[in-house]
């Protein structure tokens, strides 16, 4: 069978062509089945530590990740409810509510989980759970807005060019509309295509984040309770080492067998964030294509 | 016009209202350098004369904690206590952090010097950012245009070739094979580079410890964290956006030009010219309102851009930067010089907002009768 | 001239139709209920569809071997397509008199005499002054907007010339469908009068029947030059008969007017209506100035020239646009300053109800025509599924699964106008009721609304259709700028 042909075909039922044929599912396929080969490849090449280490990294990133996807989603629409619904009938709740998304969207988001961080040094026991749970309510804190504003722009879109006046001049009740008519029915592809986004940047700024407190100004406050991510990892002097002989391959491209094996513990890590954003970005990308988001 | 007026409005008024929640935090921040959560630990510490850096001391007072107080209690005291320990050590061991503890007037004319070149470093990032992005967007735009297509496409289109060959038994395409394998690893290898956080290409280049010159910077935060490749993405989106819609459907059939492969409007040069235009080829409305709508799209990657400037500073160790002193602060709790920097922070995201407000409003009022 | 189209969608919808003609050097009007598909297949025959997005057959060829044929580009080079949505169709970054000079319609012989004629009420002054602009969303209007698209058809009939050698198609997409009836008529006339000087193929989509009385008793004499057809949906495809003017002119000189029996006062607006800076005021048939009164039982129809803001009253009256105006419904006042809670309390759906105009916009498309029902509190399912059927003919269960985007513009016309009267509010505002439907829908339609006011509910109907409605309303009021 020519492969154009099965990349082109739409109509034809088959899961294989479905996928094949929808760059989101195509990336999303290929992403899982990218992690699962480097789990095997480095079950078989990293020591027992370090893998167990590596994968616990990634475990530990991506539930991270998925938490951050989560709450967030949860904050914003918590915010675009309650603008709708309750702020924007009384002054001063109306003005904090801005004022509070104001302060949220003008602080860069490495910044406010830099801020999180402060209470984990400081203030919290070393339970793993208090902790983890901190870190993604900080994470979706800082994609809280993001969310909020996706959705209030599809309830804006819906008022402006579409069904809620219609609706709700049919004495319909406003949450009904935006819980079923907007969110559900019609914003699906928009919060799943802001889900992906959210996982791949709380995974990046999450790594970003850990690498840095962990390589910077003081080492002694690692963080004694919480599993380390994929940035602890990379922030180690080992995986440094890695990293730095990736040049060699400059040098003599045969060199890349030694990088898959011998420095398998700095390169995984780093080709497992690497992978996950790109993947994240393609199936986003996918997804707006074939789904005709806005942009 | 009128609403880019409340917007700039709305702006100033976040920034005065902050301003003062900031200022009156730092005051309060300064005078209670000190908490009262410890109060207990240090009297318990005086009554027995503990020295807290000696292990022995340590685990003698534990053990004493143990038997003299309830379980419940007890616990709540040895956490403190640790806590406690933890904060005598790291103040021990950042000497010089401590030794500056307050905010004073010459840490603040040095924080106001590092704000302001970092200020300038962004304002000279953000539009090279800007440039860049539109262009290549449109490069893009063009070549998809012009029916050129992924390296997947072209990898299927090779084996497809291949299937034909078979049939009518043609040589194999040698040349094309090795153009695109070519082509396929560059990609690979861009794609790399621009999804890779600033750190990793940071190692792979040595740029490390003062090392950093303001090129590489520059080069850091544009080309990875995926910085360009979403804001090429944004804006090629945009482009695509605008191509669907009515009105170029209602140039091509008044047979404007629509030539995306031989046209003289649509050459490298105009492409990649800072004033960019396409004469009476189409692409020079689909752009023209692309751009229009991208000015206020860029706000969010600004953000993202800030982000990226922090990460290549903090992650690549570039001492005496604006965000070095803050996390800095952060580590050594000095919460005044934290909220000092932080206010800056949030008056140098607003005021991008600002200006990218500012030129939004500018370039729609071109179109307002 | 003919076609055969098949346009597969990316959601697996297909549309089909065999052997559709039409006559050269002619004008075909092509009637028929909108979203049936007759847009796409007129662009998909002048090359104006994205071969990446559908999947096309023109002739038994694929897109491309159809579009690169020499026939087919020598005509497209000789064609033009006005589109239906005006704002969407001009460029928000060029002025009006840059877009009307490009391309094949640049400088036409009889450039001012053709804008004049479309634009009746204006200087050459003001004509140049409305060109020198950018399009903005609400300026110019939508009319004017929609009149320089055809102007932009019109130039290049003009300008082209159209030998028997090449085919040629000019396609008008509901180029009228913004316009009130002097104007539509203005629009129409010139259209007859250029196209009679080279007689190049005219191919004019709508779905106003009233053209035909219009076209029928304006040209006489040119009767052969055109041609009747309707596009139906049959079964799975799309198919073409033959329209008789004559049957429609039998059928609209017999209607009769609606039955009512009005009782006391429901809804009361006083005269004057300040909105954007603007003064409305409503005028009684002897042109003095009134209150609008409507009673239980009764149907009113508001008329007024096109941009002058009937549909801004629809929605000044929902508290949806901010206006200086007072009007009591059933006990409730309300000004500019009602608050939007004593809306959501007191009137929307009990009150007052509304079918906005474009069941595009006020039908969510993504949900089920069961949702769009259930949405509604305390409806009588029983009149509900009675209602359905006397409108489609069919029981509620055979479209209950079915998707909104899925309808046809006529079947979701139906579906807005039902699901507005059944929630059985005092007074239910109907902007544009007929808007896409086909004759059967328009007569099924004026069944249903017949039967609302018989039930004491009252409809304020906003229209243009004048042909249809003043014959069936007896009680007119007119909305006028002051």
Known sequence: MRIKTALNINNSKSLLNKVLSRKDLRWSALFVLGLLFFIIWNAIFLNDAAFSKWLSAIAQTYLLGLLSVILSLSFGWIFALGEELLFSENKFLNAGFYLFIDLLKSIPQIVIILLGYIPLFFYFDNSPLVQTLWLAFVLALSFANDVYEEISNRIAVSKNYGFYNAMLALGIKESRIINRDVLLLNSAPYLINRAVVIFASSVFLLTSADFIVSVGLAPQLTLSGLPA????????????EDILAIREIFADPLYL?????THLQGISAAFALVFTLISAYEISNGLVERKKLNA | MNSARNKIKNHFVGIVFYGVVFVALIFLAGTQKEGTDFKNVRELLGITQTDIGNELDMAVLEDAIKIFYPRKTATSILSALKKYKEKVLTSRETKSGNAESSLNAKLIKTILLQAAAFFAYFLFIAFAL???????????????????????????ELFDKEFERKIYHKKFPYAKTLKVSIYGVAKALAVLILFSPAYLIG?????????????????????TNGLLATSVNKFYRLLETEKS?????????????????????????????????????VLNQIYRNAHRQYLSAFKEIVRFQITGMIIVELSLNIQNGFFYGMLKSLMNKQYDVLLFVLMLIFFAVKFADVIADYFFAKENAKYEN | MKFSVEILLDDLRKIEIRNLEFENGKINFVFGESGVGKTLISQAALGLLDEKQFKIKINGETYSQYLSALGVSEMIKRSFYVFQEPSAHLSPVMKISEQLNEGKIKEPQEKAQIAKNIFPHLTKKEINRLFDVYPEPYRPSGGEKQRVLNLMAFFAMDKLSFSTAWNSLFVFDEPTGHLDVPLRNAVLSELVRIFVKDKPTVVFITHDYSIVSFIGGKFPDLKDFFNYSEIYADGETLAQRKFLPDEYLKWISSVELLKTKPRKTVLKIKKRIEVYGKTLAFLNENKTETDAVLREGEIIYVKAPSGTGKTTLAKILLGLESANFEAEIDGIKLNGKTSTRVYKKLIYGKRLAIAFQHADEALNQNATVREIFEALENIDSGSLRKSFELLFGEPLENFSGKKIKNLSGGQKQKIN??????????????DEPLNGMDLESVKRTILLLQNHIKNGNSIILISHNEDVFDKIIPNKIYLKEV
């Open chain 2, 203 to 223: 190692y792979v280049f040595k740029f490390d410890y003062g090392n950093v010159t303001f090129l590489a910077y520059v080069f850091l935060v544009i080309f």
């Open chain 1, 229 to 240: 991510t994929l940035g602890n990892i990379l922030a180690t002097a080992t995986s440094k």
């Open chain 2, 245 to 281: 819609k009515g009105y170029v459907k209602t140039a091509k059939i008044k047979g404007v030009d629509f030539d995306y492969k031989n046209s003289a409007n649509v050459t490298l040069l105009r492409i990649f010219s800072p004033r960019k235009y396409f004469g009476s080829h």
């Open chain 2, 130 to 156: 800007f440039y860049l992005s539109e262009s290549f967007a449109i490069l893009k735009f063009k070549s998809r245009n012009r029916g050129k297509y992924s390296v997947l496409e072209k990898t299927i």
């Open chain 1, 257 to 261: 067998k030694e990088l898959l094996t």
């Open chain 3, 417 to 430: 106008v039902l699901r507005a009267l059944s929630v059985n509010a005092k007074v239910t505002i109907l």
